[in-house]
């Protein structure tokens, strides 16, 4: 059975226009916020395949998308390469240790035996790939190596990158040698998420807005688009989305370049300026502004817009950033919904 979500990165004809959520699975869900309980955090419901399994179809059942995103987190990573993650509530990710120097950075676990370490995530691909209904799709992720940089260097997250950035430009061959070495482990974890089953793979660069536009390709994308050539020469029929968020001047100035599938839009660019630069080459994924899901109205003249500029071609619908957790689900079921309705063919 063909999955639309699928095809539709394929630039295949579609029924209607898909879509899903970034951020999907989470806590705007009362679903989801008592299996986390039952898991005791939000780490122990990363590393039970059985309950990140049941949180990633959730979204499924309870508001509609076409599509599965497998629940983990991108700080997995470098947790695995021996950096300790913990959440701390209210506050976010953390890890006290951050990286301050090259020894720090070779007594990372690196390359595959790093990617090894996954188990739980490739366990749980598999547990889904036997419960899904099977003209959904699972999307597979990874943090782009930049944006796990960020916090590995800073130790969590940061409104000024003022770390990082001084490492950028006073010390650049570190964050390039961290870059590497986040690179060789993500190419590794990439194919070992596709060889479990996941039918897409979703490069997430949540803070590629914090380099300046003539400096993102040689700190971030380059690595990006590694990352992808290595899953197109291995699987050239698995799609491959490319997230970075707020980079309007970079596609602008025509940086955008690369083998991959499908250009993920962020909210803070219009999505007439995307398809105008980007349209003929990528099938374009996004962009309402995630906050427009507060009122059903403001979705539904987004959604219509959105379907305007695209015509239902070369488009999956998404929001331009993560779902927020005060969003009320009926919200989020209507804004699915009127994706399907508008775009219906
Ligand atoms: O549906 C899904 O998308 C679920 C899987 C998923 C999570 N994190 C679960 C999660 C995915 C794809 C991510 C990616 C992620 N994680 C990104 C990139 C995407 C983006 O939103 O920009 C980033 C930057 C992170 C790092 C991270 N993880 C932060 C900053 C936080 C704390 C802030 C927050 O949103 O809570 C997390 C925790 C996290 N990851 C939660 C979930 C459901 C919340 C944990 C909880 O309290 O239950």
Redesign the pocket.
Known sequence: MSKIFVDACLRKETPYTPVW???????YLPE??KV?AEAG??LN??HNPEKACE??IQ?LDIVGVDAA???????VIPHEMGMHLE?V?GE??LFRDPIKNEEEVDALLGGEAAADKLTYVYETIKLLKEKLPEDKALIG?T?APW?LAT?MIEGQ?TKTYNICKKMMYSNPDLLHKILRKVTDVVKFYMIKQIEAGADVV?I?D??AAAIEPGRYDEFSWKYMVEIAEYIKERYPDIPVIM?P?GVSAFINMGGVYGNFDVFGVDWGTPMSMAKAKLGDKYVLQGNMEPCRLYSKEETTKCVEKIQETMQGEGHIFNLG??IL?DVPVENAIHFVSECKRVSKK
């Open positions: 959520m970034m951020r999907q699975a989470g806590r989801y916020m986390r955090n939000f419901l990363c949180v990633t979204p995103i497998l629940f983990s987190d991108i700080l959440f509530t976010g990710p992720f943090g944006t916090y997250g979703q997430f949540s803070w997230f968020k950033h993560g957790p």
